[in-house]
């Protein structure tokens, strides 16, 4: 199977070449050249995964090799069935993707992207430098994932003193010789651009083998397809899903799943203030606003850039098309689509809700009166919006993306329980931290990252 850019000048590659790419030299996010179907038999979560995905790979990995890697990255998670379904009221689902070591429903594809990054690599004898700055979860799903790996390293930039305590605790308590963490002076913008301006350093990016695992990423998308599946197949019905939505990485999964011939009636976009998707769906234009803090932070985006691979759909697949409508979103804010291509790709699929701050509180704080579970402030908008969207006799899944313990103010403020966190990480607190102060200064970091990178 090859991949093409969303923006049609960027050379085709397989999937190793896109795995370590990330993004396509012309700007673009690489997609399947065509949708394949899968079908599942059954079977453990690692068995399953391999069963969907090993379509997209097998050209470079053989099922044997590629299930044994799967099975490796889902033996991290806590839950022997890694996502379990939990029904919530009549016809109500959560579907639990926060058993893996951080948390948060990342590491379902951060834990698989490491160990196929060290395969990858160790195969060719090479060796990559990550780097990425992080706002407080992908720092630490994206840590985890690759702390076992010999053949890549990780430096993660975080805003000094703006990340939660449990959130830089889970990076800096990393006891792995290949994982660095800098506290830098200054905001989350300022390590993002610090990190652009190293991948936009050429000398400096080509010396140090600089890669990136962020969620434009085929492979973590590829990844969450998985848990469509699996969850349809324990349901042994046609379900909708209502998922908590930020950069649109997880319900594009969705509706590849669909594509690929999951049972899945309609996709329903849940989004907090920062609902640039919301009013999308209402008014067929997309439209960038500043960002606004809320109570789930994961989902506090300007821009959903995976978007963009539904996009090149919407265009017939028509890279220079795409190309040059997001050019115009960049310069000019906005873009809109046709009624027809509306009313084609999006109306009979999506639908989506907005939560207020006090809607997410009240969503939390009713779940736990009726059902004495607690849900995560993420959760609790993907929640909302299926209640908000669910239709008689059609099943509605949401997807529960993070424990209730990760955002535990929040979850207290709401029901008066302060979530404990799970065993395995009850000593976070009494654990040492290794984590380097630096200045927010591009030639120190540059420096430091240079200092890191282990020989080959
Ligand atoms: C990242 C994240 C999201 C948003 O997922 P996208 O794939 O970016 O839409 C939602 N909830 C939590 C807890 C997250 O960490």
Redesign the pocket.
């Known amino acids: 199977m090859k991949y093409i850019s969303t923006r049609g000048s960027a050379p085709s590659l397989g999937f190793e070449g896109a795995l370590l790419a990330g993004l396509a030299s012309d700007g673009g996010l690489y997609v399947p050249e065509a949708w394949p179907t899968a079908r599942i038999s059954g079977g453990s979560y690692a068995e399953c995964a391999a069963q969907i995905t090993h379509q997209f790979v097998a050209e470079d990995i053989p099922f044997d090799v590629y299930r044994k890697l799967c099975e490796v990255a889902y033996s991290s998670f806590r839950h022997p069935e890694v996502a379990p379904l939990v029904e919530v009221a009549p016809d109500h689902y959560l579907l639990e993707l926060?058993h893996g070591p951080t948390l948060?429903?990342?590491d379902v594809a951060l834990q698989l992207l490491g160990r196929l990054f060290d395969h990858v690599l160790a195969k060719r004898g090479e060796r990559v430098m990550i780097v990425g700055a992080t706002s407080?979860?992908?720092g630490s799903?994206a840590i985890d994932g690759v702390k076992h790996c010999d053949n890549v390293d990780i430096v993660i930039l975080y805003p000094r003193g703006r990340v939660s305590e449990v959130q830089r605790r889970q990076m800096t308590t990393v006891d792995s010789p290949n994982v660095h963490c800098v506290a830098i002076d200054g905001t989350f913008d300022d390590c993002q651009d610090l990190v652009k301006a190293m991948f936009n350093d050429e000398p400096f990016r080509l010396a140090n083998n600089l890669s990136a695992v962020n969620?434009i990423n085929w492979a973590r998308v590829m990844a969450?397809t998985v848990y469509y599946f699996t969850s349809l197949h324990t349901l042994d019905r046609q379900a909708s899903f209502s998922?908590?939505?930020?950069?649109?990485?997880?319900?594009?999964?969705g509706w590849i799943a669909r594509e690929m011939g999951a049972d899945v009636h309609g996709l329903i976009v849940g989004s907090n203030s920062n609902d640039i998707l919301t009013r999308f769906f209402e008014s067929k234009e997309m439209s960038m606003r500043p960002v606004v803090p809320t109570l789930?932070p994961?989902?506090d985006?300007q821009v959903?850039s995976?978007f963009e691979r539904l996009l090149f759909e919407m265009n017939g697949r028509d890279g220079a098309a795409t190309k040059s409508q997001l050019q115009g979103f960049r310069s000019a804010g906005t873009f809109g689509v046709s009624a027809p291509q509306f009313d084609r790709w999006i109306a009979p699929v999506f639908k989506a809700h907005r939560s207020s701050d006090d809607e997410t509180v009240a969503t939390m704080r009713r779940v736990y009166s009726e059902t004495k579970m607690l849900i995560?402030p993420?959760?609790a908008?993907?929640l909302a919006a299926a209640m908000a969207h669910g239709e008689a006799g059609v099943p509605t899944i949401t997807?529960a993306?993070?424990h209730p313990a990760?955002?535990p103010d929040a979850v207290e403020k709401a029901t008066g329980v302060r979530p404990g966190l799970p065993e395995h990480l009850a000593d976070l607190f009494s654990r040492p931290e290794r984590s380097t102060d630096l200045a927010n200064d591009l030639a120190e970091v540059e420096r430091f990252v240079a200092s890191k990178r282990r020989a080959l």
């Open positions: 926060f948060a429903f990342k407080g979860d992908t799903a969620s969450q998922v908590p939505t930020g950069n649109f990485g997880n319900v594009l999964a789930s994961s989902m985006i959903s995976n995560d993420h959760t908008v993907g997807l993306t993070a990760k955002f």
